[in-house]
């Protein structure tokens, strides 16, 4: 999270006209990684804008799960596209775990990755739904996950179903995921990891920039307000230019950026989400974790659920920090910033709440040490955007964070500078054709 960014890197704004062979739009995690893979893997001179700092928004502002997943459920995938084209886009953002140690090895990262178990917690009603789930994943052949429910409502579950999942005791259940809620009956286990996104960001944008110098820039404090197409496309700040061959969006969202030239067939396709999070300091030494814990009764639905990370607060500190995150809402502008810190607190209320009354070992009194928001980009059917625009080449994506994106902005990353090397790739979920 960014509150533990100790950054002595200076920051630079663009302070003249410049020119280069692809100018990326937004330094989170997703401009970042894609920064990363067109220096190594292209000659091009590529340089970054950001209009605030590097990972001050959602990368900074998260849980830090790592988690090779989508959000939109399977069977809403298989309604949308082919199984073949559904499974090559699940091993994708699988592969990605790969890519992030790589990264780690290629530029000597430093930041501190925690492998843990996941769980998603759920109600009986979800179980049912997962089990639906898994009867698709079977069909396609997806590896099985293994799913866990509480003996006492193994009852509940039809006999021919009962081979999908392993029958545990209630209480080795609730100490799996941390609750003392018994409506939570169910738990699907999968690889997941846990890193500060926001220190990662930063250490591998100073390492490019030591390894790079001649060919990558970062202009951080940099607000792009338009972008004009023509057989390139020129970035315009308030003050200064940027030309560039080809424009890469790595944003949560257009905001109030205007493109104009050339059509765009994807314009103003992104939702941006304001996604709020809670942090508890403990003085006790809990194991790592990542749990979701999707509403009794919801089984799908992006505002039903509430996520938790749980790791050593710092080096050399006996600390645990436990950060829940998941109500979100549409984002838009206040003209009163007292009016939207009323509403903000609301939502922290909420988390503090569902702590409480959730999570085994959280104190009755316990106190909220830190709150923060970021601004989350969604897609219209939730799979992330990546590649050029059907409409516009020299326009690319690697965009749609829709709750989940360490992985896969690592992921498209990879795949831009494969199209920017000139290769022919495989249909994806991910082309922006298919949004």
């Known amino acids: 999270m960014a509150y533990q960014l100790k950054r002595t890197r200076q920051v630079v704004t663009l302070s003249e006209d ?42 900074g502002h998260n849980g830090g799960q790592i988690v090779a997943a989508l959000e939109t459920p399977l069977t809403e995938l298989s309604n949308i596209f082919s199984y073949d084209l559904v499974l090559t886009g699940l091993k994708a953002i699988n592969s990605a775990w790969d890519l992030l140690y790589s990264i780690i090895k290629e530029m000597g990262i430093e930041t501190e990755i925690i492998e843990v178990l996941a769980y998603l917690a759920l109600s009986t009603d ?86 790079y110098p001649s060919r990558f820039k970062v202009y951080e ?49 992104i939702e941006g989400v304001l996604g709020y999070m809670a942090g508890y300091l403990d003085e006790r030494e ?81 106190r909220r040490d830190f709150s923060w928001k970021g601004l989350m980009g969604y897609t219209p059917n939730g799979i992330r955007i990546i590649g050029p625009d059907p409409a516009n080449r020299s326009l690319l994506y690697n965009l749609g964070c829709n709750g989940i994106g360490i992985l896969p902005s690592l992921y498209g990353g990879k795949r831009i500078a494969r199209y920017v090397n000139g290769e022919a790739l495989e249909p994806s979920i991910f082309d922006p054709e298919m949004q």
């Open 18 to 59: 410049i020119r280069t062979s692809i100018a990326i739009v937004g330094g989170g995690i997703s401009g970042v990684a894609t920064a990363y893979f067109l220096l190594r893997d292209t000659n091009k001179s590529v340089t970054l804008l950001e209009r605030d700092r590097i990972a001050h928004g959602a990368t």
């Open 126 to 211: 979800g179980a049912r739904f997962m089990l639906g789930e898994h009867q698709l994943w079977e069909r396609i052949g997806l590896p099985m996950a293994e799913l866990l429910i509480a003996e006492d409502a193994v009852g509940d579950m039809p006999e021919e179903l009962r081979r999908l999942f392993r029958k545990i005791s209630r209480k080795e259940l609730e100490e799996l995921i941390l609750t003392r809620d018994r409506r939570y009956s169910c738990a699907l286990i999968g690889r997941s990891g846990l890193m500060n996104s926001a220190i990662f960001c930063e250490e591998l944008a100073s390492k490019m920039l030591e390894k």
């Open 221 to 269: 404090d940099t607000l792009v307000e338009k972008i004009e197409f023509h057989k390139g496309a020129i970035l315009r700040t308030p003050k200064h230019e940027l030309n560039a061959q080809q424009n890469v969006l790595c944003t949560n969202g257009y905001g109030d950026l205007e493109i104009n030239g050339q059509d765009v067939a994807l314009k103003c396709k």
């Open 286 to 366: 809990l194991r790592p974790t990542a749990t979701v814990y999707f509403s009794p009764g919801v089984s799908s639905q992006p505002n039903g659920y509430f996520y938790l990370s749980r790791r050593k607060y710092a080096k050399g500190l006996n600390q645990t920090l436990t950060s829940i995150g998941g109500p979100n809402k549409s984002f838009r502008k206040f003209s009163d910033n007292d009016l939207e810190e009323v509403l903000d607190e609301k939502e922290y209320v909420g988390i503090d709440d569902f702590n409480r009354m959730t999570i085994i070992d959280a104190p009755k009194d316990t």
